[in-house]
């Protein structure tokens, strides 16, 4: 074959892409993206890379029906014989998931990356080797990472999000033949306005309470201008308006310091609908992605051209505001698919808010503030921990981020704390069902949280059910909606009820 004749692509249409022409935009699209960071020449070396295998007869032959063939094996070797490991990880795991390195004397029939390079080393692969008369793979410096094992891995895990994002995006748009809405949404400094006009509203404020809140909310916008990008604490008592605050400082602070997207990492999906909702009103629908498994945009023809975008932007993240689970932000950090991993890299350069801070799972507390502190150290992330009651995280914090403490952006004199007091404790003993029950139906209104739903069973049972409303885990999305919308709506009516 002639060089022209090697193709990466073939599209419904019969039109064709040369692998040179789709490394090249794969490669400018990685380096794009690893620029976030500091690292993109290495974006650009993966992308170069990563398609090299398919400058083989038997990939030629795949296009046309051909059985399977490892495409990926072929750049990953070229990588690490440039002493590139980042890149070569990256390329190798492209397309079936970063693999397990294993140990340099793997043989060369195991999966493991070392398996995989073995095998190439002994010529085991189909020849490739026209690439040579196409291209040449860039240089690419070392990142300013220590070469340590762990901060290796989440560099390792950020470049495969660049070069994955990449790939899916120019092989997209080639398929495709016309662009599929991405992206958009505004500008930061005009979501800082919006919630400007949003607030206005709010001073003067009216009363003793609300003077405070306010007070809160102008000194989180002042820390956000003042502050460099780093690592937070936002203690606010609850009744403070944190969650306002919270948006005030991470936009103001993204506006001064050039961060792309503010990033809200929530423990329940519950939490989570109520604070999209309440940003949607602010900023736009067409400026959040809430993404949890409770929601689904709909891609239908008669879809919304927002629902489609918001459908393609779960991806990768590609919007100005982000609500998602501590769950699906965790565990998306240490994946090994790129269908989990390809939206990592727009992580970097965001302000990550991490709303009820501390309800971190503690069994895999380590390894999420390890995480908070890489993204921090090198990504150029502002972390906010968001709550009430701040867990006691500095120890961890000293031990992987030994240069940065945390601030506190609303410190203990800052706020009036007695007028935020509103409730009160008391010990009952042990009660009855009947006993309980009866005591529930004196209020006016009443919540009984109980932890298991035989006991919500049991108590429910002994309500009034014309005035009594039941919440469970185990309800659908939409039927539990539905209760907490009749929950809002009687709440000056009286309510007796039970949650588990």
Known sequence: MDKS??????????????????????AELSAAFAAAFGAAEQGRLAGMAHDLGKYSNAFQQRLLG???????TAGAFECLKLSQPFAAFAVVGHHGGLPDGGGQGDISDQATFWGRMNRAKAGKLESYTPWVRELTLPPAPFPPISQSQPEGMFFTRMLYSCLTDADFLDTEAFMSASPIPRGGGDPVEVLEQKLQTYISGWFPPKNALNEQRCGLLRRCQKQGEAQAPGLFTLTIPTGGGKTIASLAFALRHAKVHDLRRVIYVIPYTSIIEQNAKVFRDILGEENVLEHHSDILYDTGPEASPTSVRMAKTTENWDAPVVVTTAVQFFESLYAARSSRCRKLHNIAESVVIFDEAQMLPIPHLRPCVFAISQLVKHYRVSAVLCTATQPALNGLFRDFLPERSPVELCPPGSYHE????????RQLGKLSWDELATNL??????LCIVNSRKSAQELFARLDPKEAFHLSTLMYPAHRKAVLHEIRISIHAPLTGSVD
């Open 418 to 425: 007695a007028l935020f007091h509103r409730t009160s404790f």
């Open 441 to 446: 139906n004196q209020h006016r209104q009443v």
């Open 66 to 72: 051909g059985p399977s063939v490892d495409h990926a």
């Open 5 to 26: 004749s090697y193709l990466a692509h073939v599209s419904d249409d019969q039109r064709t892409q040369s692998v040179l022409e789709h490394l090249t935009g794969v």
